[in-house]
């Protein structure tokens, strides 16, 4: 008779010296790419201060830190929300874990907490994309939160909107829309990947039939969103 084992299996002094490696790896990027943005943000402020506009930089710096953390953090609450609701609705369905022969013992692999820990670890990293990509158009923003607030401008025939309307706050609309509707479609991926591993669970454990559905509940709102995100962003230029 096979023991059955727990995995990873690691001796005591395993998990220090990995996670000693792991944080001098983290220092050694962070201190990297720290350095160089440290270095080009100090080139641009003795730039900008020798033309007499060093408030310019810090209001700049800070208008592009600001929406990198607010998009950043944004992108974080939507995925990792969506995951964590995706799970909850799945639950019944997800394995406690898969037992595989590994020579000739049976090693369980948990589920759960390696999903979680790939959903932690896949929302960080989108999350830091997100916010830098915006980061990159923070013009855009800014041009549309600091737009002149007088109306009184030449109104457009066909939309019947102002000229500030397509200068200052369409450009940003359609950044957002943008924004919200790759978030739509990473939700409506992992949404499917929930499908794959229900349906896959329930084959392994011979309870796949034609009699028992898959909770498809959790696709049906992740793609309605997704139908959602995409009447607004094509939607009548005069009704956003």
């Not at 641009?44 to 953390?69: A, M, Q």
């Not at 953090?73 to 394995?95: N, V």
């Not at 898969?98 to 020579?103: F, L, R, S, V, Y």
Request: aromatic share 12%.
């Amino acid at each position: 008779m096979p023991q059955s084992i727990d995995w990873p299996r690691m001796g005591p002094s395993q998990p220090r010296r990995r996670r000693f490696v792991l944080i001098l790896v983290v220092l050694a990027v962070i201190f990297f790419f720290g350095a160089r943005a440290a270095l080009s943000y100090y080139v641009d402020v003795l730039w900008f201060r020798s033309l007499g506009y060093g408030d310019v930089f810090w209001k700049t710096l800070n208008l592009r830190w600001e929406v990198f953390t607010v998009f950043a953090a944004a992108t974080f609450i939507i995925l990792y929300g969506s995951f964590l609701a995706l799970k909850r609705a799945h639950l019944s369905d997800l394995p406690d874990g898969h037992t595989t022969i590994i020579g000739g013992q049976q090693v369980k692999l948990p589920v759960e907490p390696v999903l979680r820990l790939i959903a932690l670890g896949v929302s960080l990293a989108i999350a830091a994309a997100s916010g830098a990509a915006m980061m990159t158009e923070w013009t855009t923003l800014a041009l549309f939160w600091y737009a002149p607030s007088n109306t009184a401008t030449v109104v457009d025939p066909i939309f019947g909107k102002p000229l500030n309307f397509f200068l200052f706050a369409l450009p940003a609309w359609q950044l957002i829309l943008s924004w919200l509707l790759t978030l739509a479609v990473i939700t409506c991926a992992l949404a499917v990947l929930f499908i794959l591993i229900a349906g896959g669970a329930r084959m392994l454990a011979g309870n796949l039939s034609r009699h028992v559905t898959l909770p498809w509940r959790g696709v049906s709102i992740a793609l309605a969103f997704l139908l959602l995100g995409i009447i607004v962003k094509n939607r009548h230029p005069s009704r956003i």
